[in-house]
Nanobody, 120 residues
Framework: QVQLVESGGGLVQAGGSLRLSCAAS????????MGWYRQAPGKQRELVAHITFGGSTNYADSVKGRFTISRDNAKNTVYLQMNSLRLEDTAVYYCNAGRYLGYYSPYDYWGQGTQVTVSS
């Protein structure tokens, strides 16, 4: 079992920034990558970014150049720095633990979700 606890999120004006954090604990040895997903009302959950424990990253086209995923190995914590936020970034953001198999493959380990609301 892997436990994921998220923090961060909130209300921000368009163009602003937020940082999300996700602390992992438990059987971390079974995972080698982590990702951030988001789900907006009426839409499917989508993968926003992922990072391997080797440090490789990948981003959805919609957030490239604006979001940065990073990892603090000592703290088993993954961050998502979100800059130049847009109205369409409004969603519930979820941290996930998974594997990298040439693509990101999520395990069914999820954070509790944190609301990000971007206002005009």
């Amino acid at each position: 079992q892997v436990q994921l606890v998220e923090s961060g999120g909130g209300l921000v004006q368009a163009g602003g920034s937020l940082r999300l954090s996700c602390a992992a604990s438990g059987s971390i040895f079974i995972i080698n990558a982590m990702g951030w997903y988001r789900q907006a009302p009426g839409k499917q959950r989508e993968l926003v970014a992922h990072i391997t424990f080797g440090g490789s990253t990948n981003y959805a086209d919609s957030v490239k150049g604006r979001f940065t995923i990073s990892r603090d190995n000592a703290k088993n914590t993954v961050y998502l720095q979100m800059n130049s936020l847009r109205l369409e970034d409004t969603a519930v953001y979820y941290c996930n633990a998974g594997r990298y198999l040439g693509y990101y493959s999520p395990y069914d380990y999820w954070g509790q979700g944190t609301q990000v609301t971007v206002s005009s």
